[in-house]
C-alpha cells in the first residue's frame, strides 16, 4: 500500500472502501402532515432527517449517482397546505414541488432547496450533489492544470473517450472559436467572472456531457511543485537603452543552475526584440531574438555558472530589447512534496467491520489541507467510499457507490 502523504502546501488522510450497501436515508409517509395543528401563520419547517445542516461550513452531501439515474428526493415540510418547495441547482430555479425527479449531466452540483408559506416566511437547505460520468462517457482528463482556465490565454485540455466535440459551454455560455483534435481542446479563455463553473462538452450527434468544475481565474496556474522566487516585479515598457531592467549580481547568485522567467506583455510596435546582456552589453545570456511577438510569455533561459561569473564581473544582470513590457522576473524550482504520514497499512474496508479511524489530533493539525488516499480496489460484489466522523453523523465526503471508477489517489479538502 503507498504511503499517504502531505502535499507541498497539503495534507492527508483517510480511507477507500468496498463492502454492501448501508442505508442513509430515511422513509416518511408523505401523505401525512407532520404538526396537524400547524397553521397559515407558522414558519416552515424542512423536517427530512436525511437533510443534515451544514458542518464546518460544508453543505450536506446528498447521495452520489450516476448520470444515468436521475435525480430523485421528496422534501416534508410543514405546514404543508400553505408551502411551496422550490429546487434550484448552481443557483438556477429547475422545479417547484416536494419531490424533485430530473435528469443531470455529470458534475458537482450546489443544490438548494427552498420553502417559502403563503405570508412570505421560508426556510431553505443548502446540499451538494455528485454526479458521475459512465464509463464509456467522454471526460476530461482530471488534473488540477487541465482544470485551472486563465482569462484571455489560450488554454489546450485533454479528454479521453471523445470521438468528436461539436460545441462547448462554460458556466452554460457557448465558446466558440475553438479546435479539437487528437482528443486535445484548444480555445481562448474568455472574459467573465473569476469563479468555478461547470464545463459541459456537446458531441456531434447533439448529446452533452458535464465534465466537472473548473477554475477561471485572472491568475496564471501554479505547479503546486513548483516555487516561484521573484527576483523583479513592476511593469516597464523595454525600449533598448532608454528603458530596461537590473538585476543586481547579489539576487541571482542563488540560483546558478536554475531557470530564469521572463514574464512579458506584447503591444503594438513595429517589431519586437528580447536580450538578456550584462551592464555593459559586452556579455549575452540570451542573443538578441527579433521576432519576440511570437513567443508566449514566460520566457526561460538556464542562468549558468559562466553566465553569473560574467554578472559579477561586469555589474548585473540587463533585461533590454524592444516592443514589449516586462512584468516580472522569476525563478521556477521543482521541490518535492512535504510527507506527513497520519496512517500507513494495509486494510480491506468492510463499513464498520474494518476501517480505518484517524483521531481528532491526528487530522486537527491539516484543518484547510488537501487530504490524500492511497487505495487500491479489490474483488467484491461492488464498491463504495465513504469518509465520515467516529459516530457516522456527518459525512466528510458523503457515500460514492462505483468506486472502482476513481483512480488512485482520491483527495479530500479537508
Known amino acids: 500500500m503507498k504511503t499517504i502523504y502531505h502535499n507541498i502546501s497539503r495534507a492527508l488522510m483517510l480511507l ?55 435525480f430523485k428526493f421528496d422534501v416534508i415540510v410543514t405546514p404543508a397546505q400553505y408551502t411551496t418547495v422550490e429546487w434550484f441547482v448552481n443557483g438556477e430555479k429547475v422545479f417547484e414541488g416536494n419531490s424533485i425527479d430530473m435528469a443531470l449531466i455529470a458534475g458537482d452540483y450546489d443544490v438548494k432547496i427552498l420553502a417559502t408559506t403563503t405570508k ?56 466558440n472559436g475553438f479546435t479539437f483534435e487528437n482528443g486535445k481542446l484548444t480555445f481562448t479563455v474568455p472574459q467573465m467572472d473569476e469563479g468555478s463553473y461547470l464545463l459541459v462538452i456537446q ?50 547568485e542563488p540560483f546558478i543552475g536554475k531557470e530564469i522567467s521572463l514574464h512579458f506583455e506584447i503591444f503594438e510596435e513595429e517589431y519586437h526584440a528580447v536580450r538578456v546582456t550584462t551592464t555593459d552589453w559586452k556579455y549575452d545570456l540570451v542573443g538578441q531574438i527579433d521576432g519576440f511577438e511570437s513567443y508566449s510569455s514566460p520566457f526561460t533561459f538556464n542562468y549558468t555558472a559562466e553566465h ?20 516580472k522576473v522569476s525563478v521556477m524550482e521543482n521541490v518535492g512534496p512535504k510527507e506527513a504520514t497520519l496512517w500507513e497499512g494495509e486494510i480491506v474496508t468492510d463499513w464498520d467491520n474494518s476501517k480505518v479511524l484517524l483521531e481528532p489530533s491526528v487530522v486537527a493539525p491539516f484543518a484547510g489541507k488537501q487530504l490524500v488516499v492511497y487505495f487500491e480496489i479489490v474483488d467484491a460484489e461492488y464498491h463504495s467510499f465513504r469518509v465520515i466522523n467516529d459516530d457516522w453523523s456527518c459525512d466528510i465526503v458523503p457515500q460514492i457507490d462505483g468506486f472502482e471508477s476513481h483512480s488512485s489517489p482520491y483527495v479530500i479538502d479537508y
Open 16 to 70: 477507500a472502501a468496498s463492502a454492501s450497501l448501508l442505508g442513509i436515508l430515511s422513509s416518511c409517509d408523505k401523505e401525512t402532515e407532520p404538526y396537524a395543528t400547524a397553521a397559515e401563520t407558522d414558519s416552515p419547517k424542512i423536517l427530512n432527517t436525511n437533510l443534515l445542516d451544514p458542518k464546518d461550513g460544508q453543505p450536506y452531501g446528498l447521495p452520489t449517482i450516476h448520470r444515468d439515474e436521475n
Open 120 to 175: 412570505g416566511l421560508t426556510t431553505w437547505r443548502e446540499c451538494s450533489l455528485t454526479v458521475l460520468p459512465l464509463d464509456s462517457d467522454p471526460t476530461l482528463v482530471d488534473n488540477p492544470k487541465n482544470r485551472w482556465f486563465t482569462i484571455g490565454d489560450t488554454k489546450t485540455v485533454e479528454f479521453s473517450n471523445t470521438p468528436d466535440i461539436a460545441k462547448m459551454f462554460l458556466g452554460g455560455a457557448e465558446i
Open 203 to 252: 458531441t456531434a450527434d447533439g448529446t452533452k456531457y458535464g465534465c466537472g468544475k473548473v477554475t477561471v481565474s485572472q491568475e496564471k496556474y501554479v505547479d503546486p511543485g513548483v516555487q516561484e522566487t521573484v527576483l523583479w516585479e513592476g511593469a516597464t515598457n523595454i525600449n533598448w537603452g532608454d528603458s530596461n531592467v537590473l538585476i543586481p549580481a547579489a539576487a541571482l
Open 308 to 327: 553569473h561569473q560574467a554578472v559579477v564581473e561586469r555589474g548585473g544582470m540587463l533585461v533590454v530589447g524592444f516592443g514589449y513590457r516586462l512584468t
